[in-house]
Each structure stands twice: as structure tokens, then as C-alpha cells.
């Protein structure tokens, strides 16, 4: 009796360990575009005593993870409202933020990805939260954006802001 | 004379042998088949102390108690252990799903009746008893998930109408006396309809302007729960 368990249990650890393993060298879309937000949020962010060629650094990088026809609609009333199109324009925009508060912690703490079945573009509803330096509330804010999958990577292609409350 | 012997399983050697020693004294034969005993239970600390040095002497017919720290680790059973830890993991899990879910609460919204880093509860059931009320402190989720949640109260009801008028709250053109507002607010808005299936909500630190404070209709799928 104790061996057939023994023998069960065995046989459910090496189950559990294959399906572990599939889910590391064959992500699904939904996990590597959760992956690439957690990139982002990590890129966005910087802290009052970053170097400036770092900061110069994580600006280009973040270009990366942008289509080149990027949109980004942002409206937030009493901060920004404001369109942008295209990559070189939003690390422009990206370069000001930067200069204009000295410090950043934002965090992408809710994502739920939708993959068209063709695989090749996604929607993405993402809640972000943001801690500003010198300010004591917490910035939440809702985001809806549009993904496809280019030379491989997926890239953003449209960025909008949602109204959580009406 | 018919008697009855009870004998309790935790009973030592020497208990009985005391017993015996007693009832000798009693002037009872001791070529009785039945002896009227006394029912040792609960067992006194007499009976308790002998069972103890009973329980140490008579090292040959049990296991040695495991190390402390051992004890201290997995338990004298590891598998009432194991079935413990899994029935309280079970039961934490269906409490945070279905229950209760833990909160920190941060930013300045809600003050003075939540301090930014306070800890809570938003009770899940609440609401499956009655609809949210006007003044309930609500917690609201956002479309992508509960990770993140606001939390405000509820000032309007479905097919009302919710105005704001240097600082004080109109709904449906009368005044709202609202003693849980402490802090000076001068807000001026104009009136909204709220949907039939919409509660107006609202922080209780309005003396940050209104385009800073989040503020509006929420949907009644949003309202997750009551905090505690």
C-alpha cells in the first residue's frame, strides 16, 4: 500500500515538474506579455539618484518595447492630457517626464491579456499604479492597450487611458 | 455484595496497587471477585503524579519522546501535522476568495476615517445580504483586477442625482448632512445622474481640489466588498 503511494506521489511530483518546465521553455503569449509589462514598469521607473547616462539608458531601452507607430492617448484630468504618435516622440516625452520629477516607482499590479486566436495581436487591460516623489497619494490609473506581435517580440502599439469611474 | 470495578485504561501499577493497599484497609476480603472502586476520573493529581513516573519508568513498552525541536518543527504526529497545515491553508484560501479579503489602505482620500497605511478587511459578503447603502465605505475594483482597489463611500444611489455645492452634497436637489466629513471642502459640481445600476462614491478628503480626487459613478459589479 505504501509503496503505490509512494509510486503515485512520485509520478505526480515528475508531472507537476514537466508542466513547470513546459510553462519556462514554451511560455504562452498571455505569460510573456505579462512579462514584458513587468519589463516596462521596471524601466519606467528610476529613483532621485540615477546617473544620467543610466537614465539615458532605460529611455532608449523602453523604446524597444514600443511599435514603431506607437499611440498613446492620455487623458487624466489636472495631469496630462495629451496624444503622442510615434516612438521617437514618446521618448521625447518619456526624456521630459524624467527631468520633471525626480523620482518613480510605478508597478503594473493587474494585467489580463486577451491573444486574438490568430496569435499575432492581443489586448491588454492593465491596471498602473505610480508613486511620484513629493506626492503622498497614490496615482492609480486604468489602461487599455493594444499589442502585436513583431520580428518575434510583442511590441505596443496603443496606449489609452480608462475611465474608472464615470 | 455486588460491585462494580471500573478501571480507567491510564490506571499504573501503582495505582492499582494502592487501590488494592486501601481496600485492604477498608477491611474488605480480598477473595472478593467484585470490588466496588471508585471511578478515577477525572484522575486526581495523586493518581496524575504516579501516572507520570509510571509513564518515565516504563521505558521498555514505549517509544522515547523525540527532541523538542523536533516537536517544536512537524509535531508529535507529523500526519495529524500534515492534515492540520492542509485544512488551514484550505480554509485561508476560501476565506480570502470568498470572505475576506486583507487591505492596506494607501493615500489621503479617505482621511480622516482611513489613514494612509492602515490595515483592514473588506468582507466580501456584506452586500449579498442587502444593497450598498448611502454612507457605506466601499471597496471598488478596477476592470483589470483586484490587486488594486479604491476605496470611498457611497453618497449616491441608482436614479438619483448628485450635485455638490461649496462643499456640501445635494442629491436629488436636498441637502446631505455628512458628519463624517472633518476636513473644509469647498467643491463645486455640477449635478450628475446616476445610472439604475450605479452608486455615486466619493472620498471623505475633499479638501484636495476635485480633479485630484478620484470621484464618480462606479457600476454595482465594481463594488467587491464593505471594509471592516
New interface residues.
Partial sequence: MKRWLLRVIILAAICAAGYWAAGVLFPSPERVIRKRFAEVAKLVSFSANEAALAKLFNTQKLSGYFSPDVEVVLDVPGRFQNSIVGREELVRAAVAARNHVTALKVDFPDVIVTVSPDRQTATANVTVTAVIAGERDLFVQELKCNLRKLSGDWLLTRLETVKTLR | MTCIEHRHPRHSVEAEKLFHLLWRVVGAPQDQPNVMACVIWPPSQHWRSLNRENDSTQAGSRKPSPPWWRVALIGRDPRVTFIRLTITVVLIILIRQFALIPVRV????MLPTYK?GRFSLVNRLVFVFHSPRRGDIVA?R???????M?MKRIVGLPGETVEFRDGELYVDGQLIPEPYLKLPSDWNEPPKLV?TN?YY?VGDNRS??P??H?????ERW?IVGKPL
Fill in positions: 494607501k493615500g489621503i482620500s494612509d471598488v478596477l476592470r483589470a483586477g483586484e490587486n488594486v479604491l445610472g450605479e462614491i484636495m481640489p480633479v485630484y478620484e470621484h464618480g459613478c462606479a465594481q
